[in-house]
């Protein structure tokens, strides 16, 4: 995207500020920020006030992964401002702040019937059209950087040289000859503050071009760099007012006249709300409605503890057309993987023509895995006058804000959503159907409502992710290397199933039944190897098992990474070869990956893997996609574990890791070491199975989650890259359940094939 003189608004903010804002085209967008009494407002990505305090809009999700901070840190760092005057603000949904390179990753799910390789690029005039016109800004998949670091750069770039053209007209010299940072416009010892100049640098226009800074943000990723020699470091701007509790989360929401709710659902999947004893309910202090909807019944009350007793006393039962079983989807799955008829979703080489009766050919098999957020689903909603109000943290708000108008009957126009932040999310809050509770419930209760999930009901209703069932095998040549590999996964196309609830708004047993059959790639992504193996070919068994299933941290990869470095170290381990060196072997097109094993094997002092050592090692690679493979990042993991009658306990992560340039290192690292812990939850534990259309697993506490005591020593070896900047949260979940399947192996030379690697209770 680049900017031009059409492209930028300027004006003047009450106080004598300064607002430099953004506007893509088709310019036919409301402004993105709503002007208060006395506030002039444009379609801003920064705003400069008279006091100095540089504010950045943010159009994304914070949930955690420190994107308010990393995209402020950019516009300051191309502004050049002074950290400490740096504010954020989320910015409303508006399609000034499409979200391209997600738009793009996800045209298969939007753009159906049109082949990925045509619908994935993020030049294409359609998909731009479509991303700002249905104003796509969700947050997924890491794209932050990739989509906004740029506008970011730019419009900060266009703010520089404005204050600079209003400094230099002070001093009666060339704009250009001016620069600005720590806050201020200097030249020549003469120095002027923004605050000083934002009132005086409306009056100019912008240049056509603004010239961008030759460094964009990045700090050393190997160690802090000299602050004389480089600028120093940004520390989360959200961190003070989480540890002081300051920080306000969607259920943190209060509104005059508020009331509370509670709600129960049915069993997956097709329930109908059958009955209920409102009389039971009817002396329960605070009561103040009952709400019924066809699948779920709500109580409203002044507590949401009133409300839950009066739904306890209340006993709701539900008619059940199908219920979700896990001894109906093993079986459908396991006919699934054995009889079914794959189809083709990528291929090498002479993709398995030549596998022949394999060399080794091994089954794996993975269990439903549930998000498991600390914080459960929460939304506020006020209903009056046909206008309706969400206070909702979302990571597709857009896509909550139409199907809420949808379901009430009202223009889109009247729907108006305050992004709120979420306490962690692992991509459940791309989900909505809380939004349209509230909004059904505070028009039906006739007031502000805030609308919590218990835990119990966040487990029963979530989408978790698809279970698996697969076979890899492979040809293996005299010198024990791979010739030919094949993956044949059954699976529910699920990323299909998603987004047809997320854009077409549709009932999960009608994206079921939509998507059946249908061949979906980004369920399988992950399992071309990055390995030179001559001969690939991944095949896609589609299942229909009647689960809804939908997106998680790490998506396919959090699979597709267990079943690939489990087979490759038993590859490995038949061959009589040394599981690092048998990787290297395959890795010299992938210079980048062979570098973070070499990495992984010295911080995490690995001594080959033998027999009763407890060490394991994977590695993995993940891309945007349109990109190419050669871009991305990259993961190595040694991981040292145990396991025996008390379960498997791992003492030590080692991960080298390149992410390309690193703009914020300690957010990086922050979030490669929880993406790591995440990893260890989706090993150990955090799936559920189904009975009656009921998940066994009902509270955190059923999920095996890694407790403080039982997380282990974690070394991270970040490596400098010249590379575009990739996500770091996602990068660090894959490799860890393979790593630590391995270093089971190695422990007490038992192979686990499953997900997670202990037992599910049943």
């Not at 269990?367 to 506020?380: K, L, R």
């Not at 349109?626 to 306990?649: C, F, L, N």
């Amino acid at each position: 995207m680049r900017l031009s003189r059409r492209g930028l608004l300027v004006g003047g903010a009450v106080g004598g500020g300064l607002v430099i804002a953004w506007a893509l085209w088709p310019r036919k967008y409301a402004p993105p920020l709503s002007a208060g009494p006395g506030e002039t407002a444009f379609s801003a990505w920064l705003t400069i006030a008279s006091d100095g305090i540089v504010s950045v809009a943010i159009p994304q999700l914070e949930m955690g992964q420190g994107v308010t901070t990393v995209l402020a840190q950019i516009v300051a760092t191309e502004l050049g401002a002074d950290w400490r005057q740096v504010a954020v603000e989320p910015a409303p949904v508006n399609g000034a702040y499409a979200n391209l390179p997600l738009a793009a990753r996800w045209a298969p799910l939007w753009r159906t019937g049109i082949p990925a390789f045509l619908a994935n690029d993020v030049g294409d005039v359609m998909l731009k059209r479509w991303a700002q016109d249905e104003a796509f800004t969700a947050t997924a998949e890491g794209t932050a950087l990739a989509a906004y670091e740029q506008p970011c750069r730019e419009a900060a770039a266009s703010a520089r040289a404005l204050l600079c053209m209003a400094a230099a007209e002070r001093w009666g010299a060339r704009w250009e000859e001016c620069d600005a940072f720590g806050g201020l416009v200097r030249l020549n010892g003469k120095s002027l503050t923004f605050g000083e100049l934002a009132g005086a640098a409306a009056k100019f226009d912008p240049p056509k071009t603004a010239p961008l800074r030759p460094q964009p943000a990045l700090e050393m990723a190997e160690a802090f760099p000299d602050p004389e020699q480089l600028q120093t470091s940004f520390p989360r701007l959200d961190l003070p007012s989480k540890v002081d509790g300051s920080y306000l989360f969607a259920a943190d929401v209060r509104l005059p006249n508020m009331a509370f709710a509670s709600i129960r659902h049915g069993p997956v999947d097709q329930a109908e709300l059958a009955s209920f004893d409102a009389k039971a309910a009817a002396r329960t202090h605070g009561l103040i409605a009952v709400v019924k909807g066809k699948r779920w019944l709500a109580a409203v009350a002044e507590t949401w503890w009133a409300a839950e007793q009066a739904l306890e006393k209340m006993t709701p039962r539900f008619r059940v057309t199908a219920a979700v079983d896990s001894r109906k989807i093993a079986a459908s799955l396991d006919d699934g993987v054995r009889h079914d008829d794959p189809q083709r979703i990528a291929e090498r080489g002479n993709g398995d023509e030549s596998l022949g009766a394999p060399t080794l050919a091994l089954r794996y098999d993975i269990e439903p895995a549930v998000h498991a957020t600390i914080e459960t689903a929460s939304c506020t909603a006020r209903y009056e006058h046909g206008r309706l109000e969400l206070w909702l943290a979302s990571q597709a708000p857009e896509e909550a804000r139409r199907a809420a108008a949808k379901t009430l009957g009202i223009s889109l126009d009247d729907v108006v959503l305050y992004p709120m932040p979420a306490g962690g999310s692992f991509d459940r809050r791309i989900e909505h159907d809380h939004a349209i509770e509230a909004a059904l419930i505070a028009r039906d209760a006739g007031r502000p409502v805030q609308l919590t999930w218990s835990r119990w009901q966040e487990q029963l209703a979530l989408r978790p992710r698809a279970p698996v069932a697969a076979v890899l095998s492979c040809k293996t040549n005299a010198d024990g290397f791979i010739d030919s590999f094949r993956a044949r996964l059954a699976t529910p196309p699920w990323a299909l199933e998603f987004g047809r609830r997320l854009f077409d708004n549709e009932t999960t047993w009608t994206a079921i039944d939509h998507v059946e059959g249908d061949a979906d790639p980004l369920a399988l992504e992950g399992l071309m190897p990055a390995y030179a193996i001559p001969n690939v070919a991944v095949d896609h068994v589609p299942v229909s098992i009647g689960l809804p299933s939908g997106r998680m941290r790490g998506g396919a990869h959090g699979c597709t990474a267990f079943m690939v470095e489990s087979f490759i170290d038993e590859v490995a381990h038949r061959s009589g070869q040394e599981p690092l060196a048998f990787r290297m072997s395959m890795l010299g097109q992938d210079v980048r990956l062979a570098t973070c094993l070499q990495r992984a094997a010295q911080l995490g002092n690995w001594g080959g893997g033998g027999e009763a050592s407890g060490q394991g090692i994977a590695c993995h690679r993940m891309s945007l996609g349109e990109y190419g493979p050669e871009t991305g990042g990259r993961i190595a993991v040694v991981a040292t574990a145990t396991g025996g009658a008390g379960g498997i306990q791992v003492s030590k992560l080692a991960a080298a890791v390149d992410i390309g340039r690193v703009v914020n290192r300690d957010i990086a690292l922050q979030q490669i070491e929880g993406g790591l812990i995440y990893g260890l939850s989706l090993a150990l534990g955090s799936a559920t199975r189904y009975r009656h259309g009921l998940p066994t697993s009902q509270r955190l506490a059923a999920l095996r989650l890694p407790t403080l005591a039982d997380c282990p020593e974690i070394s991270i070896d970040l490596i400098d890259s010249g590379e575009e900047p990739f996500d770091p949260g996602e990068i660090g979940v894959p490799a860890v359940a393979p790593a630590v399947a391995n270093a089971v192996f190695s422990a007490n030379g038992v192979r686990l094939r499953t997900l997670p690697l202990l037992t599910v209770p049943a």
